[in-house]
């Protein structure tokens, strides 16, 4: 943690920023599956200085009303192709973007995409960090997206050094920002019971104590806690 100017800052690891990317996605009108394919834009974005956090939380409501099935293709000539995002958020231009880019690369030994009516263009820019993982090579110049091949070596500091970066230092986040995008992602959670406790994680605790799915516990549930809420319960019901 680190204080600038009376600002405060928290160095924030890619499983926290995932975590809250994905929960608060999910709480969006993006199909199922969808907004697992976004989860890393806001944590690229903050690494680049671009909007990160702060714009996934100025834009929360706007994405309750999102629609990737909107965004189509306009044109097509050779290597080249046009992207309407029809108002779409540029994180969810991008994973159609950079498929298509692959897709024309492999066809044609490069491509370059333009992609227009897109919401935040500027986030765009993340794509140039998104390729290597893909096998691709991306430049971003505005909202055109040129793509070469590249080699993928499975060593993740070649491949995707922003997230070999991220995974070493993680990133700084005003922690005001932080604390309200916490609690945003909360939204998405169940409330906090003795039911809702028997049936997180990796398994689930009957009434009766027993337990189905993974019993090797390494992910520190209190079963015992659980199992003495439970007997609480049924003296009480042999109480009334």
Excluded: C
Aim: a negative charge; zero cysteines.
């Amino acid at each position: 943690m680190t204080s600038s100017h009376s600002n405060i800052s928290m160095r924030v690891m890619p499983r926290e920023m995932r975590l809250m990317s994905e929960r608060i996605f999910s709480l969006s009108s993006l199909p199922k599956g969808f907004f697992l394919t976004v989860g890393d834009f806001p944590m690229y974005s903050q690494k680049l200085g671009l909007g990160g956090f702060a714009l996934l939380e100025e834009r929360f409501e706007s994405f309750k009303s999102a629609d990737p099935a909107r965004i189509s293709i306009t044109s097509e000539d050779g290597n080249r192709l046009k992207l309407d995002a029809a108002g779409e958020h540029a994180w969810f231009v991008l994973p159609a973007a950079i498929d298509l880019l692959g897709e024309l690369t492999a066809r044609f030994g490069s491509a370059e995409l333009t992609a227009v009516n897109v919401a935040d263009a500027e986030e765009l820019a993340t794509a140039a960090s998104f390729g290597g993982r893909t096998g691709l090579t991306i430049t971003v110049s505005g909202n055109v997206l040129n793509a070469a091949p590249a080699t993928v070596t499975g060593d993740v500091r070649k491949d995707d050094p922003l997230l070999w970066a991220l995974l070493e230092d993680g990133v700084l986040v005003e922690a005001d920002l932080w604390w309200r995008i916490y609690h945003l992602a909360k939204q998405a959670l169940a409330t906090d019971s003795v039911v809702s406790r028997r049936h997180a994680g990796p398994m689930i605790i009957n009434e009766d104590g027993t337990i189905i799915g993974r019993k090797d516990n390494d992910d520190e549930t209190d079963v015992s806690f659980l199992a003495s809420r439970l007997s609480e319960r049924e003296k009480e019901g042999a109480g009334s």
